[in-house]
């Protein structure tokens, strides 16, 4: 069993950075892959970015690549999302993801979610 939990959401101001956090705990194998997704209200969950757990491999969706980052520490067990240049846009509850291959961009890819946290980015 896998369970993931995400801290690092808040209100934030346009332009400023923030970094999300994932704690992992569980199996994971080389294989294995954690993405994080995000949900506005009334919205469908979009892929953000992925990372093989291995290390290497990352993927990220075309609206965030350049401003987004993911990032694994395998000491901590821990996967982070820096976010640069904060946009009212980004205004979302992040979810983190996890699945036992990967990394992929599409939600039903990933059997494992953590219970979101909260970023509100201000304008």
């Known amino acids: 069993q896998v369970q993931l939990v995400e801290s690092g959401g808040g209100l934030w101001q346009a332009g400023g950075s923030l970094r999300l956090s994932c704690e992992a705990s569980g199996r994971f194998f080389s294989s294995s892959a954690v993405a994080w997704f995000r949900q506005d209200p009334g919205k469908e969950r979009e892929f953000v970015a992925a990372?093989?757990?291995?290390?290497?491999?990352?993927y990220y969706a075309d609206s965030v690549k350049g401003r987004i980052t993911i990032s694994r520490d395998g000491a901590k067990n821990t996967v982070y999302l820096q976010m640069n240049s904060l946009k009212p846009e980004d205004t979302a509850v992040y979810y983190c993801?996890?699945?036992?291959?990967?990394?992929?961009?599409?939600?039903?890819?990933?059997?494992?979610w953590g219970q979101g946290t909260q970023v509100t980015v201000s304008s």
């Open positions: 990372i093989r757990w291995s290390g290497g491999s990352t």
């Open positions: 993801a996890a699945s036992e291959y990967g990394p992929y961009t599409g939600r039903s890819s990933y059997k494992y």
